[in-house]
């Protein structure tokens, strides 16, 4: 199984709802990685986690809560977004940091296409 | 740092013909580097990845890239395009001693009958 699921595929929302994206991988990766892509620009890094800790924060605004319940899953938990945060939102795994024998490519999810109204 | 740079933002070729698609990188470190392609309203599939083996790697649906130290380059070709090879390219480096990937700007590639 070399898959990463993501739900949503689609997700709505308003600027006052609280709602959560999530992430299932079952490769044994143990770094995890959302990111945010808007259109026609490359993905760009929110957070990363490793080993189950948050280890990456890329000054992300708080209203983005990211969780990591056990090795296989991600959320990230959206509270009072904006507009301008909708996007596609993309999660990825890989195998534990600097690792040169299993590699470091990441492997990413389908993604979330959020749209705040 | 690190930094990737695809030289190209738009690729127009024409079914059946060559592709060339170029990427420049900059690392302070021995870099692991992949090209990805992204179809339409898709997540990220892995084309090819380089991680210090060898210098020439062939990937899926028949792509390969060269890794060229000297010129800090790693391209990504294909003999022969299909329509379906239409969609967004990013080359992106990770350095072996760090733990994020860096993508370039992304490539658009278009495939015309």
């Known amino acids: 199984d070399t898959e990463v699921t993501q739900t949503p595929k689609h997700l709505v929302m308003g600027m006052t709802n609280k709602k959560s994206l999530k992430c299932e991988q079952h490769?044994?990766?143990?770094?995890m990685y959302w990111y945010k892509q808007k259109a026609k620009k490359p993905p760009e890094l929110m957070f990363v986690?490793?080993?189950?800790?948050?280890?990456i924060n890329e000054s992300v605004p708080s209203r983005f809560s990211p969780e990591c319940p056990n090795s296989s899953l991600l959320n990230l938990h959206l509270h009072a977004l904006q507009p301008e945060d909708s996007a596609l939102y993309l999660c990825?795994?890989?195998?534990?940091?600097?690792?040169?024998?299993?590699?470091?490519?990441?492997?990413f999810g389908q993604g979330t296409r959020l749209t705040v109204v | 740092a690190q930094s990737v740079t695809q030289l190209d933002s738009h690729v127009s070729v024409s079914e059946g013909t060559p592709v060339l698609l170029r990427c420049n990188y900059s690392?302070?470190?021995?870099?692991?580097l992949f090209w990805y392609v992204q179809h339409p309203n898709k997540g990220l599939q892995l084309l090819l990845k380089?991680?210090?083996?060898?210098?020439l790697v062939k990937g899926i649906n028949g792509f390969e890239a060269e890794f060229k130290k000297s010129e800090t380059s790693f391209h990504l070709t294909k003999p022969s395009a299909h329509m379906s090879d239409a969609a967004e390219y990013f080359c992106?480096?990770?350095?072996?001693?760090?733990?994020?990937?860096?993508f370039g700007g992304g490539t658009r590639v278009l495939v015309k009958p």
């Open positions: 990825a795994s890989s195998h534990k940091v600097n690792n040169r024998v299993l590699g470091t490519e990441a492997f």
């Open positions: 490769m044994g990766h143990r770094a």
């Open positions: 986690y490793s080993y189950e800790k948050l280890s």
């Open positions: 690392s302070s470190y021995s870099p692991s």
């Open positions: 380089y991680t210090s083996a060898a210098t």
């Open positions: 992106v480096v990770s350095e072996t001693a760090g733990n994020k990937l860096t």
